[in-house]
C-alpha cells in the first residue's frame, strides 16, 4: 500500500548547455512525476546522485502544476533562498538534497500553506549550490521558511534571499534579506 503525499511533484534535469545556440528551454526537461513515498525512493534510488552530475547541470523538484521557471504565475511574485557549497569544502551534498527533498514533500518547511513551491540543486564549477523557491517575499512567512531551511540543511551561516524580479529584471544580485 502506497503513502500518498499532499500533492503531486515533478522532477526536472537541466542539461549543461554544450553549444549556445541550446536554450534555456532545450536544456530543461521534466523527468517524471509522483504522488507517493514509495515512488519517491524509488526514483531516487535510481537516478545519479547530485554529486554525480555534471557541471552545468541542475535538478529541480517542483510542486507539479508550477514549472521552475521565474516565468510561473506562482513563481514570480516570489524568490530563493541560496546555499552553495565550494566543492572543497567537506560537506555530503547528496545528503543535503535528499534531506531538503524529504523536507519539501513532507510539508514541514512552511506555516502557510504552499509558501514553498520547490527545491533546485545546482552543480557549477566552484560549488554545490541548493536553492529553496518561495511563492511570495511575504517577511513573516519567509523568516518561517528561513528557519525551517537552515534546519534541514544543518547549518548556522547566513543564508541569502533574492526576489526573482531583482535576479532577472535588474541583473543585480542583491539579497532582499539575510537569515
Ligand atoms: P542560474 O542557473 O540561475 O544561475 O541561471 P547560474 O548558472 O549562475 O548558477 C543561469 C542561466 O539560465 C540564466 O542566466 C538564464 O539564462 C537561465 N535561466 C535560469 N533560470 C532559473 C531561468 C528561468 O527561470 N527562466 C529563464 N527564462 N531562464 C532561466
Same mark, same amino acid.
Request: glycine letters at 4%; one cysteine or more.
Given at each position: ?54 557541471? *552545468? #547541470?541542475?535538478? %529541480?523538484?517542483?510542486?507539479? =502544476? !508550477?514549472?521552475?521557471? /521565474?516565468?510561473?504565475?506562482?513563481? $514570480?511574485?516570489? +524568490?530563493?533562498?541560496? *546555499? #552553495?557549497?565550494? %566543492?572543497?569544502?567537506?560537506? =555530503? !551534498?547528496?545528503?543535503? /538534497?535528499?534531506?531538503?527533498?524529504? $523536507?519539501?514533500? +513532507? ?73
Amino acid at each position: 500500500e502506497k503513502h500518498p503525499l499532499n500533492c503531486r511533484w515533478t522532477l526536472w534535469y537541466t542539461k549543461p548547455q554544450v553549444d549556445e545556440n541550446e536554450t534555456w528551454n532545450d536544456l530543461l526537461k521534466p523527468v517524471i512525476t509522483f504522488s507517493s513515498v514509495e515512488e519517491f525512493w524509488g526514483i531516487f534510488n535510481s537516478i545519479p546522485q547530485p554529486s554525480e552530475l555534471p557541471h *552545468k #547541470s541542475d535538478y %529541480h523538484l517542483f510542486r507539479e =502544476d !508550477i514549472r521552475p521557471e /521565474w516565468e510561473d504565475v506562482k513563481n $514570480a511574485q516570489g +524568490g530563493k533562498f541560496n *546555499k #552553495s557549497y565550494n %566543492h572543497k569544502r567537506d560537506v =555530503d !551534498i547528496n545528503k543535503v /538534497w535528499l534531506n531538503i527533498c524529504l $523536507a519539501l514533500i +513532507g510539508e514541514v518547511l512552511q506555516d502557510n500553506e504552499d509558501e514553498v513551491n520547490g527545491v533546485v540543486y545546482s552543480n557549477r564549477k566552484h560549488v554545490y549550490k541548493i536553492a529553496l523557491w518561495t511563492k511570495s517575499t511575504d517577511k513573516k512567512n519567509l523568516f518561517t521558511v528561513g528557519e525551517k531551511f537552515k534546519e534541514v540543511i544543518d547549518t548556522d551561516d547566513l543564508i541569502e534571499f533574492y526576489s526573482h524580479s531583482d535576479a532577472y529584471q535588474k541583473n543585480i544580485m542583491k539579497p532582499l534579506m539575510m537569515i
